[in-house]
């Protein structure tokens, strides 16, 4: 029987994929591949490559794979692009993510493990954040998670779909097969290396001036690989038949900006320029789960995400992949 992984060519999709391969699961990948990388995947993984939202390609792999579950990383990422173009968002991330749950009721799927994300909380007002924290979205991309949240809770109880929804803190580092390689790229550690190789002048750096030691914004830093194996722990939860839940992955413990540039700056031994710039609206001085919840339910332990070990594992990734995928 096999998972049905979509998204599974992107950076977050393809190390779960590997992580899943290795435990010995039968895994079937679908991809628009708009932003996803064929070259982060072994060459022989079932790759349907369209739209989550095409209900007959969706019914099509069912048929010819016997799928048992499903892990639905499909999402446009961007928050700025979300600001800028909500349609865009909503279409896709809600319009589509619903009709490819309608697609997987109607299928019969009992097991769906979700992406979300800690953009669903906003501007936190306690921190640690816990599952229980007030949600309010700061932009589209946010709410389009929040929102397809609730479509999962509303199809448990209506239809009985059982769900996990892991909201992410800050994914980064990467295996020795996969890294990360959005275009565009707006997270900060891949931008910091390309800054290190000299790819962009300077890393530019959104406000000093936060409430925090050195003024700027701090991040929860979660392992891709240690977020792949709460992927597969959830689907084991839900095997035994666990109840539907919300967990958030994070380590609780932030680093600022600047620490994460250190680090950089020492495990590649290069110069890392920094270019001040103003803050960005909506970026909030904090971020840092309180994941307990998730070690409760899941048993999940983080086992690579302190910082110098993520940043470590993206530099040696992007050392041999200087360009990202499409140059190799
Ligand atoms: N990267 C992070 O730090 C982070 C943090 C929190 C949550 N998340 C969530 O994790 C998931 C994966 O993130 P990622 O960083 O791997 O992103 P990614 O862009 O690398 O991967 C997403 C993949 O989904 C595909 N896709 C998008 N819309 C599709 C559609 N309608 N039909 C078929 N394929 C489609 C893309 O082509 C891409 O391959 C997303 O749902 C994202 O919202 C990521």
Known sequence: ?????????????????????????????????????????????????????????VARIAREHDLESCIHFAALIEVGESVKDPAKYFENNVGHGISFLGALVQLGMHRIVFSSTAA??????????TEQSRKSPKNPYGWSKLFMEQVLDSYDTAYGLKFVALRYFNAAGATDKCGEDHRPESHLIPNVLSAALGLQQAIRVFGNNYPTPDGTPIRDYIHVADLADAHILALDHLRRGGSSDFLNLGTGRGYSVLEVIQCAREITGKEIPIQMEPPRAGDPARLVADPSKAKAVLGWEPRMSDLPSIVRSAWKWRLRHQQGYTAE
């Open 120 to 129: 669903t909380y906003g501007d936190p007002e306690q921190i640690p954040i």
């Open 1 to 57: 029987m096999a998972i049905l992984v979509t998204g599974g060519a992107g950076y977050i999709g393809s190390v779960t994929v590997e992580r899943l391969r290795a435990k010995g699961e039968q895994v079937v990948v679908l991809d628009d591949l708009k932003r996803g990388h064929p070259a982060a995947l072994a060459g022989d993984i079932p790759v349907y490559r369209g739209n989550i939202g095409d209900r007959e390609l």
